[in-house]
């Protein structure tokens, strides 16, 4: 067998086949953080039906399902326990709750916001605009011509792409290229650089022409399958990957605990026991010292997923707010809020004697 050597960038052997040299610890390829679908810290894998129109709704870490229109999915990690693609663990997955027709100005659509930090050298809006690569594994109960989008922070450049299904309940692979925009802007700090979106059904405002970049907010191209518009439709995916060139390579694999922490940059979600945090400030107020494990993208905004209680060494009550006093990205001191007052002036905030009691700390984009 013959081999050709290319220094580091790899071996070629006499099939013309190549292996890469490998991948530096340093080098970031896949700028999808979650693409393999494994850390879920909102739902823990249970089923979740997105409420709020018009407002994202984070399901999968750092995964959003936004829609015109409230409860015409469920999203869930592993939804309907199909056996995933060889090599992966996990999905997401969305089944339409009806029939919906699409309205004119509707859309439904599953999205990522990249960082713009982590596209910075794409140098999109330049003429040296890089060619990326998308490609993911999707699986659908309907088969026909789907579509996604890139669209800028601001939705005002879009470029709609197409992927065909071809046969149902199936997963397949799929790769997009598409050259970068040399128009519009696109930022590279840490506000939103790229929107990677797959639609599950657009009106004809949020449609646009495929395979080229507009003018506009576009989650699909025009003409392209609805999942919302047949009842109990499902759609799958994983193993999503952005990089730089015009092929597809194979899916980046990083350590659980390295994908942890990239999505805990944007979330974070404490139950007992870490909620500990001794104060003298006031008998109806308690503050909650915490240093943060991964320094987040902005200074967090603190909320109460599930009751919290305080307990001062004789009673204990409950927590009916919680509020930032002194907070940075990478450490918060938060005033939790009390009903009633502690018979001594301290208290130690924690979930105490109780099991479900969560606080979520976010920075997403």
């Known amino acids: 067998m013959s081999l050709v050597l290319h220094g580091t960038d790899g071996v070629t052997f006499n099939d013309s086949s190549l ?54 999915v469920t999203v869930q990690q592993n939804a309907g326990a199909v056996t995933p693609p060889t090599g992966f663990k996990n999905y997401a997955g969305i089944t339409s709750a009806s029939s919906y027709s699409v309205l004119t ?15 910075s050298d794409l140098n999109w809006g330049t003429a040296n605009a890089q060619t990326i690569t998308i490609s993911f594994w999707v699986r659908s109960s309907l088969t026909g011509t789907f579509g996604g989008s890139l669209r800028n922070a601001a939705v005002t450049r ?4 197409t992927y065909t299904i071809s046969v149902a309940n199936t997963w397949e692979y799929k790769t997009v290229t598409i050259a970068g925009d040399t128009s519009g802007t696109w930022a590279t700090d840490n506000t939103v650089g790229i929107y990677v979106g797959f639609g599950l059904g657009s009106g004809a405002t949020f449609s646009g022409t495929a395979g080229a970049w507009g003018a506009g907010n576009f989650v699909q191209p025009t003409s392209t399958v609805s ?10 995916i994983t193993g999503v990957q952005l990089e730089i060139g015009s092929t597809a390579t194979p899916f980046e694999r990083r350590l659980y605990n390295q994908e942890l922490a990239n999505c805990q940059r944007y979330f974070q979600r404490y139950s007992t026991p870490p909620l500990r945090g001794v104060v003298n400030s006031a008998t109806s107020l308690g503050r909650l010292g915490m240093t943060l494990p991964v320094v ?3 200074t967090p905004t603190p909320t109460i ?14 927590i009916t707010s919680i509020g930032t006093n002194y907070s940075t990205p990478a450490m918060c001191e938060l005033d939790c809020n009390a009903a009633t007052g502690s018979s001594a002036q301290f208290r130690v905030c924690l979930v105490y004697n109780n099991s479900t009691g969560v606080l979520n700390l976010s920075s997403e984009l």
């Not at 340093?26 to 409420?51: E, Y």
């Not at 100005?105 to 596209?119: K, R, T």
């Not at 999942?227 to 799958?236: R, S």
């Open 19 to 72: 292996q890469g040299a490998a991948a530096s610890p340093f080098v970031l390829k896949n700028r999808i953080i979650n693409g393999a679908m494994v850390i879920d810290q909102r739902n823990a894998g249970a089923s979740t039906t997105p409420t709020g129109a018009g407002s994202g709704i984070y399901t999968l870490d750092r995964w959003c399902y936004q829609a015109a229109q409230t409860g015409k």
């Open 105 to 119: 100005s509707d859309y439904f659509h599953l999205y990522q916001a990249i960082e713009g930090f982590n596209v």
């Open 158 to 161: 879009s470029y709609p792409f």
């Open 227 to 236: 999942v919302i518009g047949t009842n109990g439709a499902t759609w799958y």
């Open 296 to 298: 987040m993208r902005t």
């Open 305 to 318: 997923a599930s009751t919290l209680e305080w307990y001062d060494g004789i009673s204990t009550g409950t």
